[in-house]
């Protein structure tokens, strides 16, 4: 239906001649010369959730740049999404400076790693940094894997590894969390969420 | 000592906002001349802003003239709202004949401030005889903005606009169910000519479609597209560098459209077709950018067409 209809709702320096502006005695001319000053800026906005407590208040985050341009982009702006349930558009004052956070020197943008007997932080990639993870895992589960308590009762407890999720997980994720660490054993299991 | 409070006693939070709201008949349109007002200063449009506020203020002359209209029944209403349907179709309600009476004042009033070629106007509109006119209502209810009459088509707009505030009052917003398409008008089906930020002032970033026939507004999710529902995404906002922002673009990459959005709450003098009227640059550069504009403002006829 929209597309036999959309064309007339055109607005372009060519119709403004024809149009009623023009058809009423208005001259759309220094208009139309000060279009050719103007250009256009772009931005964005995109929905998130704040990273900090387990409110997890509903953020907009705008940017600007054009990706298809290979402009960089850039978050200018992050307020409350006001259409979220949880927050309406409001944030605490944490929330409320979440932008200083994005563009803080000292956040950590990638995985490091700072060897043992170094005094210095060296950047690993990410398949590095989980292989990595994962052997240390495995190594200390092999270690410390408890299979039954004193009285030969089946508990499967691996007591010595503790792991923290992250607050802006939804549902599916916080099960699979949960499922893959209680099935390893894990006992001392947490979320940001909570605090 | 301590109090236990029962269920319902706890006060609610600000809680849901308002799906719909309806426009304010005593300043819907006054608030929309003032605004013209304020546009036109340094504007290369200003005589014709100027003219507009006019049109505006006689909109809001002709609707405090307006007697009562009858509104769909009860019965009439319920079946609506069970089948999703607006409840005044622009294209289907039997209009009433006074909003031509509607016209008769907006003409007389508008008259004075009209520039020569716009009096004519006037003049030639004041004698097109009632089956004629009801011809041009359809044409304007059918957004067939184009074509023969580009001069006469605004002000018979204008009047069905009053006509139709008027049955957007009378219903009010409690009565206005929203539908299950975000795109059109529930009170009368129309399409919306912009989006307005902070239009509820109980949740003040809340996204409204304005409607560009009745001037209710309703609720729709911010960062979506107005037109295909195309997620944040495929939208970007546009604005001519170096404004502050309070009419953007929101153009959708997915099909290819854009409707304006305006943000009343970086100034909340804004008005949807006001400040629509008065940044015909922005859609022009949006046009030219491969963008189709998706909902019109029904006090012009763009040309062209």
Known sequence: MQVTRRQFFKICSAGLGGSSIAMLGYSPTAALAEVREFKLARATETRNMCPYCSVSCGVLAYSIGDKSKNAKAEIIHIEGDPDNPVNRGTLCPKGAGLLDMVHSPNRLKYPEVREPGSNEWKRISWDEAIARITKHMKADRDANFIEKNAEGTTVNRWNTFGFLASSAAANEPGYLTSKILRGLGVVALDTQARI | ?305
């Open chain 2, 1 to 305: 000592m301590t109090t236990l409070l029962e269920p319902g006693q706890i006060p609610q939070a600000s809680g849901e906002p308002p799906r719909v709201l309806t426009p304010d008949a005593k300043d819907v349109f006054a608030h929309r001349a003032r605004r013209f007002v304020q546009l036109a200063e340094g504007h290369p449009l200003g005589d014709y802003l100027r003219f507009m506020s006019r049109l505006a203020q006689a909109q809001q002359q002709a609707l405090d003239a307006l007697p009562a209209v009858p509104v769909p029944d009860d019965e009439a209403k319920s079946q609506s709202s069970q089948h999703g349907m607006p409840l005044v179709p622009a294209q289907s309600w039997p209009r009433d004949p006074v909003w031509r009476a509607a016209l008769s004042i907006i003409l007389c009033e508008a008259a004075p401030a009209a520039s020569e070629t716009a009096a004519a106007s006037i003049k030639a509109v004041g004698a097109i005889d009632d089956t004629a006119l009801e011809g041009l209502a359809e044409r304007v209810l059918r957004t067939e903005l184009y074509g023969e009459h580009a001069d006469k088509l605004p002000f018979v707009a204008a009047a069905l606009q009053v006509y139709w505030t008027k049955l957007a009052v009378q219903l009010g917003a409690a009565a206005i169910a929203p539908l299950d398409v975000p795109g059109v008008c529930p009170c009368c089906g129309a399409l919306p000519s912009v989006s307005v930020i902070g239009a509820s002032p109980e949740v003040p970033g809340l996204r409204y479609l304005h409607c560009s026939l009745c001037n209710t507004e309703w609720h729709m999710t911010r960062a979506q597209c107005t037109a295909c529902d195309a997620a944040e995404s495929s939208v970007a906002y546009r604005h001519i560098e170096g404004d502050k922002g309070l009419v953007q673009a929101e153009t959708c990459d997915v099909c290819k459209s854009y409707l304006k959005i305006v943000r009343r709450d970086k100034d909340a003098s804004a008005d949807p077709v006001a400040d629509d009227l008065a940044t015909l640059a922005l859609d022009i550069l949006v046009d030219e950018s491969g963008y189709s504009r998706s909902g019109p403002n029904l006090l012009l006829v763009p040309g062209g067409g």
